[in-house]
């Protein structure tokens, strides 16, 4: 017991003298400016291109003095729409648009003012594509539906009210 504590105490005594016999070595650090060649040679090019010379710029100037705007909405013919909501950055624009167009239409038509609910419309647009993407693995092709969407999942899951959602 006493060898194998002196041989524990050696090894230590020897690892302290090693590792404090090893010099510090200190990592050093400095600022400096990022350069990128190609992206300097871009702006170059640009601030030369993009350079004003001393020649005014012709501009267009139009006179005012015989138009005559209108003074108030009142002067335009308007259409029953329910008021705008804000589809912020959503995605849903084309679901938003096509929901107005339909509820314009069924006042048009039956003179009733009805609010449709967007999101029934987007969530099933949305299921749909996942059974697409199911059963072929493959991704579809209109992430946002705004050109070609031709009102499948109208079609398929018709329309609703929003109070029936909500």
Known sequence: MKKEFE???STLISITTLISAQPIQRDTAEFIEKRNG???SVKTSLDAFY???GTGKKGIVVDFESFNPPNS???FKSYWHNQP???????MCWCFSTTSFFESEIYRISKREIKLSELFTVYWEYV???RVWRRFRVRCSNTNLEESWNC???RLYRLIERSAVS
Do not use: H, N, R, T
Request: glycine share 4%; hydrophobic share 40%.
């Open 7 to 9: 041989l524990l105490l």
């Open 51 to 53: 350079k004003k010379d």
């Open 73 to 75: 909405k009142d002067e």
């Open 152 to 154: 499948p999942c109208i």
């Open 38 to 40: 190609f992206f300097d």
């Open 85 to 91: 909501i804000s589809q912020a950055v959503s995605g």
């Open 128 to 130: 749909e594509k996942a």
